[in-house]
């Protein structure tokens, strides 16, 4: 299986602070990789796929880079909606996997 | 609007089983892959099982890989997993996702979850 490995597994920002997340798969799976944010309570939605497609009404302060082994996540300025437990997620093989979690707290 | 809603969590044994369904509308089920995810609070996110537009191809993961069937029924627009042998690490708010494929595939839409507790 392809693991995926994300940084840090928790921050603590500020509003307007510029977040970046990182997220190394174990092996090079091109550009399949996936970005969900998920806030307490809510089933996880889909902020970015093939490593940096914006995925339709999903706030352009988000943006998605990377491909092979290491994807970054960033966020521009946080807004006080965007506290919440980002995933990445590897599509390359048939057995997708997630990272941990990043979790984004309110400094 | 898509929607799918999940059912048949409840509380079981360890060793036990459980049948969970996901009733899907506002797609076109029979063209699209399905997929069960779990989450629990100290593991997170963890894909589950896969199934293919017609049922003709199907991966698991390999926790539960033996213990856990999927299948799905076109004609009533429902997917489904089969559960067996439950164990204590199987406890998990279960999600029925569809799947996005225009190039990379990707988890498009969720269900709201349906809990699993094993629990003796």
């Known amino acids: 299986d392809i693991q995926m490995t994300q940084s840090p597994s928790s921050l603590s920002a500020s509003v307007g602070d510029r977040v970046t997340i990182t997220c190394r798969a174990s092996?090079?799976?091109?550009?399949?990789l996936n970005w969900y944010q998920q806030k307490p309570g809510k089933a996880p939605k889909v902020l970015i796929y093939?490593?940096?497609t914006l995925q339709s009404g999903v706030p352009s302060r988000f943006s998605g880079s990377g491909s092979g082994t290491d994807f970054t996540l960033t966020i521009s300025s946080l807004q006080p909606e965007d506290f919440a437990t980002y995933y990445c997620?590897?599509?390359?093989?048939?057995?997708?996997?997630f990272g941990q979690g990043t979790r984004v707290e309110i400094k | 609007e898509v929607q799918l809603v999940e059912s048949g969590g409840a509380v079981v044994q360890p060793g036990g089983s459980l049948r969970l369904s996901c009733a899907a509308s506002?797609?076109?089920?029979?063209?699209?892959?399905m997929h069960w995810v779990r989450q629990t609070p100290g593991r997170g996110l963890e894909w589950v099982s896969l199934i293919s537009w017609n049922g003709g191809t199907i991966y698991y993961a390999d926790s539960v890989k033996g213990r856990f069937a999927i299948s799905r029924d076109n004609n009533k627009n429902s997917l489904y997993l089969e559960m067996n042998s439950l164990r204590n690490e199987d406890t998990a708010l279960y999600y029925c996702?569809?799947?996005?494929?225009?190039?990379?595939?990707?988890?498009?839409?969720w269900g709201q979850g349906t809990l699993v507790t094993v629990s003796s």
């Open positions: 506002g797609f076109t089920f029979e063209e699209y892959g």
């Open positions: 996702v569809k799947e996005q494929v225009g190039g990379v595939p990707y988890f498009g839409y």
């Open positions: 092996q090079s799976i091109s550009i399949y």
């Open positions: 997620q590897q599509s390359y093989r048939a057995l997708r996997t």
């Open positions: 093939a490593a940096s």
